[in-house]
């Protein structure tokens, strides 16, 4: 498996995982074009993705204008392979490096990015958009929780 940072090319196949997802699914696939996330992994910020066999099979993008993460998402036939972890750390790790204190995401309850988002140390802040639970990570938590976790 190979992690690199995203380019416009890798936009078709992004939108592929990210509609094939069985949680969290976009209602109407339409509402993300491609428009929108070469916007979001050259202009707002950045992205990534986990390539096999020249296949994307995961992908993170990070918003550094509204200090959120925009996506992260795996193909369902590899999941649970640490995919979205390693992915997850590498964006946090970008993030942070640039300079920002804070970061959010938004997702629906009882999925198993809640337990995820949990399990990778972050805190539930409250509820946001359509019943999405709104979770924050600070520099300060994230450097603590990769001190903590750093040989598990």
Known sequence: MI???????DIPQIQVVRNAVTENSLSDPGLVTDKDCEIYIHQRGRGWVCELNHTIIGFAIADLQDDNIWALFVDPAFENQG????????MLDWYFSCGKEKVWLGTAPGTRAETFYRKA???ETGMHGKGEIKFEMTKAEWERWKENNNNQ
């Open 83 to 90: 995919i979205g972890k390693r992915l997850h750390d590498m």
């Open 121 to 123: 140390g972050w805190t």
């Open 3 to 9: 992690y690199r940072t995203a380019t416009t090319e």
